[in-house]
């Protein structure tokens, strides 16, 4: 399972590649997202391709990835600095139409690897003949995104309800590497992190990114305590998959039904705080 950990700090991207994080990604995403986003608990990244050149001159093992905007007037300017940059992977955010993904891959030109971010309604209803392009080396599942689109109000509520398999299961058909949204440390969530890591070893995910929570880190501990710390979350996290890996298919299946079950409470949860009443009560 690789792990994606987002900063534009050149330190907190060292400490991560020797915890053994796979990828760092600079997030160069900015168009539209407060707008989606801004009244939501999320991090809006404020990243640079400066920071983009400056992550890159520490890492020695890690991958350095970079998510630029959706397609606009100046993409090709984006994503040629990106790939000077030393992008060796470019993620395309909030596209919805085939022609996108595209116009994506013909500028890249095989000079970085592509990664499609399904976030939308329109992505996932156009799916199956955004998957027919060539070109495709990878896609991501962004549940936060994709449940605003939809009208949700849980972002796992994609994956309890199935949507999540059925895209899955197109990637599968595809032979396209996929991963599927965020996860936080052991012990953490609104959805414990170890239910969350239990549908992507069914589902047969092979990246997820690492939430916030990670980077709460770097706020909670100095030095070299902060370090081991994110030395010892890495740990826990890799034989945590290992662990899962080694259960049955139905053991697998036990645990999706433990996420169901832990997914319709929190939606009841926040449906109860919002719920308008149909009819008003009547005096007797």
């Given at each position: 399972?690789?792990?994606?950990?987002?900063?534009?700090?050149?330190?907190?991207?060292?400490?991560?590649?020797?915890?053994?994080?796979?990828?760092?990604?600079?997030?160069?995403?900015?168009?539209?997202?407060?707008?989606?986003?801004?009244?939501?608990?999320?991090?809006?990244?404020?990243?640079?391709?400066?920071d983009a050149w400056k992550v890159k001159s520490r890492l020695s093992t890690s991958v350095l990835m970079i998510r630029v905007n959706p397609i606009h007037r100046d993409s090709e300017k984006e994503i040629h600095a990106s790939i000077d940059a030393g992008a060796e992977i470019i993620m395309?955010?909030?596209?919805?139409?085939?022609?996108?993904?595209?116009?994506?891959?013909?500028?890249?030109?095989?000079?970085?690897k592509t990664c499609?971010?399904?976030?939308?309604?329109?992505?996932?209803?156009?799916?199956?003949?955004?998957?027919?392009?060539?070109?495709?080396?990878?896609?991501?599942?962004?549940?936060?995104?994709?449940?605003?689109?939809?009208?949700?109000?849980?972002?796992?509520?994609?994956?309890?309800?199935?949507?999540?398999?059925?895209?899955?299961?197109?990637f599968r058909e595809r032979g396209v590497r996929f991963?599927?949204?965020?996860?936080?440390?052991?012990?953490h969530g609104v959805l414990p992190a170890e239910l969350v890591m239990g549908e992507h070893v069914r589902l047969g995910s092979s990246q997820v990114i690492l939430s916030r929570d990670y980077a709460n880190i770097f706020n909670e501990y100095q030095g070299d305590e902060c370090i081991a710390v994110f030395r010892e979350e890495m740990c826990r996290f890799k034989s945590c998959v290992e662990t899962l890996r080694r259960l049955s298919p139905e053991e697998l299946g036990a645990n999706s039904e433990k996420v169901k079950v832990a997914v319709s409470k929190i939606v009841e949860a926040r449906l109860a705080s919002t719920r308008i009443p149909i009819r008003a009560e009547v005096n007797a």
């Open positions: 399972m690789e792990t994606i950990f987002i900063t534009n700090e050149p330190w907190r991207a060292h400490v991560a590649e020797g915890a053994g994080v796979d990828r760092i990604m600079v997030d160069l995403e900015t168009l539209g997202k407060v707008e989606r986003q801004g009244h939501l608990d999320t991090l809006i990244s404020r990243h640079s391709l400066r395309l955010p909030m596209f919805n139409y085939r022609w996108e993904a595209e116009e994506f891959i013909a500028i890249i030109g095989r000079r970085a499609l971010l399904f976030e939308t309604g329109a992505a996932l209803s156009n799916i199956r003949d955004v998957m027919k392009i060539d070109g495709i080396d990878e896609v991501h599942i962004g549940l936060n995104d994709l449940h605003l689109s939809l009208g949700l109000k849980f972002m796992f509520e994609i994956v309890a309800g199935g949507l999540v398999d059925y895209m899955a299961s197109i991963g599927i949204g965020g996860v936080a440390r052991l012990g």
